[in-house]
């Protein structure tokens, strides 16, 4: 008979393994809360991909050449193929996609706040490149560590593209910006509607943050909220700077001390809001979803029939 | 270069290059509409990639079409500051995409016209068009193939997919006839060699869909309504509303650039 393990014994060993740095893999025992946790956040990643693709492409039949036109519509379709990606790492957890998009719609889990933010103009196309997709890549280089084998390797994959996005984006702005008066202006307008809701990105300060401490130990996050903001404003300030706009924050301002940007408060009534239902585009993001969802089942249903009848003749065959 | 041989003249090959192109822009732009909407995420990722190779196609056929008229536009001149009645795409591409029956009926009818056509152009004595036909057909067989099995699932799937199909069909095909009506540009061209004459693709493009519709147990309306005269500029409704969204950003900043 082979001997049998307890549960705590089956644990220790399991953070044993974590802290010398041994990925986790799908077929690996691992505690229900590490697996629970890592397709909530795995899911949460996909739908943000998912729900992403409104804003932006929001701006793909209106965007204002051919050229960029094209570098839209590869962006927005390459947040699709995010998404793909990630509903398949969640699934190597014995979930499914489709369970995972009827809790999405259901507003059981959610998505990066950030999308419930409407996209105005065009600048913000550039904003939500330079701005979103950096804050993106931040969390996302710590998340190459993380400790769940096939997420961290999808993050490898999609970082490459993203850090491609904010280029491109910050590419966009920096056009606008030495452009015409009125396109300089829609770049700083966009800037300033973009900045603060990119910092709440990184999620409530660290000491209000309570998932952090259990994900720590588990190194399914390896940095903490705090941290990863501090290096986005450090590496953002900068880029501002060459861009010729201005952030809207009069406390922003090097010390010398720490070695890093100081920044002014955040706005985390602001962020509890959007958190909790009420951005500007919450209803909106998830019931544009959901039509695509109800209007699709037709076809979903025919496909489903046609394999059915296809698999019938082949094995009749 | 012969004496013998006459060179296809600028005029026309613009006329041409701007047929072309414009079909491929406005089809285009009819796919990336879908964004956010499609039925399923994996169709979200095709749909864009068929939009995105037809943008790539209308970006050369365009500049193409700039070049040889030889005025200084380029495409986005030519994309955003002509009205309704200056585009010479086919009234088929500009029709709404519906329920994706129509959208996918579309993209077979003309995925079928267009691989024909590219197929024989990329042949063509007009080094240029024949270059951005080579590398058109790859895509447009991909197009055409990925059509043909959405057309075959849908016509042959469930009770109601198979109705949506029959309407598809229904409001699209008149819509077909136009797509081998020659303008006298286009003629020239043919003379010349460039493009295909249009009767010589006819047979086998109403064989390539007759095949499809019958393997989707679907069949072509006995009767339709032809209409036609996109390329002569004489539009549906629809193309104004279309250009519309897609031209009002480029216009009202005219001295920028993005």
Known sequence: MPPTYSDESRELAF???????????????????????????????????????????????????????????????????HGLYLYAAAETLGVERRELTDLLLAGRQKYSSIFNYPTLTWAD????????????????????????????RAMVRICREESFHQRQGFELLAELSRGTEAQHEMAQDAVNRWW????????????????????????????????????????TVPQ????????????????ETRGHYDFGPIDW????????????????????????DEEGAWVREAARAWEGRQQGRMSAA | MTAQVAELSAVDLHEAALELGDDCLVLSHRLAEWTTHAPELEEEVALANLALDLL????????????????????????????????????????PNGDFAVTMTRQLLFSAYQELLYERMSSGT??????????????ARYHLEHARLWVQRLGGGTEESHRRMRRALDLLWPYTKELFEPTEAWVRAADQGALPPLSSIEGSWRQAIQAVLESSHLEAPPFSAW???GRRGRHSEHLGHLLAEMQHLHRSHPNASW
């Open chain 1, 196 to 235: 603060w809701p990119a910092l709440m990105m990184f999620g409530p300060p660290d000491a209000e943050s309570p998932n952090t401490a259990q994900s720590m130990a588990w190194k399914i996050k390896r940095v903490s909220n705090d941290d990863l903001r501090q290096r986005f404003v450090d590496m």
């Open chain 1, 15 to 81: 953070q044993e393994a974590i802290d010398s740095d041994r990925t986790v893999e799908p077929r690996d025992w691992m505690p229900e809360r590490y697996r629970s946790t890592m397709i909530r956040q795995i899911a949460q990643h996909a739908h943000s991909e998912i729900i992403g693709m409104q804003p932006e492409g929001n701006w793909i039949t209106r965007a204002p050449s051919l050229r960029r036109k094209a570098i839209l519509l590869a962006k927005v379709q390459d947040e699709a193929g």
């Open chain 1, 269 to 292: 009534e602001e962020f509890r809001e959007v958190v909790g239902g009420h951005g500007p585009c919450n209803l909106q993001r998830i019931s544009v979803r959901r039509a695509a």
């Open chain 2, 126 to 139: 007009e080094p240029r068009l024949a270059a951005i036909a080579a590398k058109g057909v790859m895509e």
């Open chain 1, 240 to 255: 501002a700077r060459a861009l010729g706009l201005d952030l809207p924050d009069p406390e922003l301002g090097w010390n």
């Open chain 2, 56 to 95: 790539g196609q209308a970006r050369s056929l365009l500049s193409l079409a700039g070049e040889a008229e030889g005025r200084g536009r380029d495409e986005d001149r030519l994309a955003y500051w002509r009205d309704d009645r200056e585009f010479r795409n086919l009234l088929l591409v500009e029709q």
């Open chain 2, 227 to 229: 209409q036609s005269g």
């Open chain 1, 125 to 152: 196309v550039g904003a939500i490149g330079w701005l979103v997709d950096g804050a993106a890549i931040t969390n996302q280089l710590a998340l190459t560590k993380t400790s769940y084998g096939p997420y961290a």
